[in-house]
């Protein structure tokens, strides 16, 4: 429960980096069954500043979505983004991705700009490695993070916001125990696990899930924040992860891709140009009602913007109606079957 | 009455060139006032083909627009995009823009296309010759213009597509009457002033309207093709004009210019960064109701793709309502205040 309102879990939340979830407005997000949304702290201090958010009503008033916001820290994003100038305990600093302008973060500040912005859920700042750093660095970061997260529940003032701690650790379970380890006496709303997803095998990512879910309170939402594929909501799910958040409905949507009951579709191929049926006959969202997948195709050869729009509507829909599919399974207790189905039937792609 | 149901007139037609009016879902449209929408047969019959329309369900079904719906004929795409090859009186044979293929279009061709779109109103093939074209050259595209009218009419099989006559003659009132004389023994189902909005100036356009209107009959619909900004709505109306279909709207929206009653918005404009009140405090659209002026901005700045789609929303909403306030103006007589009074209020822009 949040102050916007309750989630049910397991849920998926689409990506707003820049306070907009790309080409969808929030009734469309709303009607496509989304609860909660995430926005970019980074993206937003950037641009158009954490001040002029606030000004504007807060996240809640600026992006005109009423429901459950979450911000992550910014932290994913100056380690991946941006070109980093100096880490140290203190702070990171860092070049702005858009004009190079020299940047500051702590953790105390990473908090501040969030509750500026005023999200319903806030992450703590944290230290994320590149994935193929030494175990050295890795346990190094394991370790930063911890320290972080202190600072980050000391800096908080809100009372109504949800913070979160991010367990890192890369693939190394003895480093996930160890960053699980110090969170926990931090007593934390809710529980990140960070740095996955981030190119290591499917497989390897499930192995981590088997191994860190199962440390954190069962009491508290458990996140795995940039995580991704049908499939990998679906393993996730059976692992105990609550909460998602991944560009893939709508980066996929835009470039003509769309997941449907029958596996992936590629709208562009030629087969589809005659069409009359929907895209996925099993969805019962504005877009499969509405339109053929004939005329879905023609807005992608034509270079409408129409396509892209469409097509990210009917995956977030299509990811929203898996996870509530998800939330009834585990009601039913039969989410082994569940997912033995599901993953049979999107075999077939076209 | 149509088909599809009846259109309140003066209407405004937003443009779905390729059977989507940029950016926006059928039921956007709906909710921001649009009662009929165009749609270009030039376009259509390169692609996707006339064809794939017709198996998808004809144009409503295909764009999923289940009111009015007008097709141009393509002629005036095929004088001005297209690579002209040859033009007699039997056909114009002219290159593709897309693949440069040789393509021909003849009267009964483009009854024929639009037979097979199956749009509610379709219009006559005409010859559209540049705006600086001799006046003898003028005078022979009027001719065939009409020896193109009697075949279009000839060529009709289905009854029920209201064929629309096509007035040319540049700004020559009496190549103007020449053009009326001949297409009004045609007796067609409407009237449209076609080679207006290209180039000259507003007042030139005014004076052939001033001359062209009267002498086409009260009980058919005047249509004015690709007209124009609210000023060219206002005045035309007010010299009796019934039909407009113009990609203003849509355009500018991309462009991030909105038309409110305070005049031309500009949204990157700086001065708007800050601003909590929505972009047009007297208009009720979506996104006058939902977004502040500042959030707009911020899209257009930060490039997110819902800016260019809200804009465009917004633009459709307010011409829509512009033309409702015309036909309340129009029951209560006075057409006269209401224009002056816009006028005086779109003085002010920012």
Known sequence: MTPHGTVETPAFMPVGTLAAVKGLTPDQLRAAGAQMVLANTYHLALRPGADVVAELGGLHGFMGWDGPILTDSGGFQVFSLAKLAQLDDEQVVFRSHIDGSLLELSPE?????????????????????????????????????????????????????????????????????????????????????GGLSVGEPPPEMYRILDGTVPMLP????????????????????????????CVMPTRNGRNATAFTSGGVVRLRNKKHQRESAPLDPECDCYVCKQFSLGYLRHLFIAREMLGPILISLHNIAYYQRLLRDLRKAIQSQTVTEFRSVRLAGWNVSS
């Open 109 to 193: 500040r990473a908090v501040e700009i969030q509750q500026q912005l005023g999200a319903d859920c806030i992450m703590c700042l944290d230290e994320c490695p590149p994935s193929d750093a030494a175990p050295e660095k890795i346990k190094a970061a394991v370790d930063r993070t911890t320290r972080w997260a202190t600072r980050c529940r000391d800096a908080q003032t809100r009372d109504d916001q949800a913070l979160f701690g991010i367990v890192q650790g890369g693939t190394d379970l003895s480093l996930r125990e160890r960053s699980a380890e110090g969170l926990l006496p931090l007593d934390f709303a809710g529980y990140a696990v």
């Open 218 to 245: 069962t009491d508290r939402p458990r996140y795995l924040m940039g995580v991704g594929t049908p499939t990998d909501l679906l393993e996730a799910v059976s692992r105990g992860i609550d909460l998602f958040d």
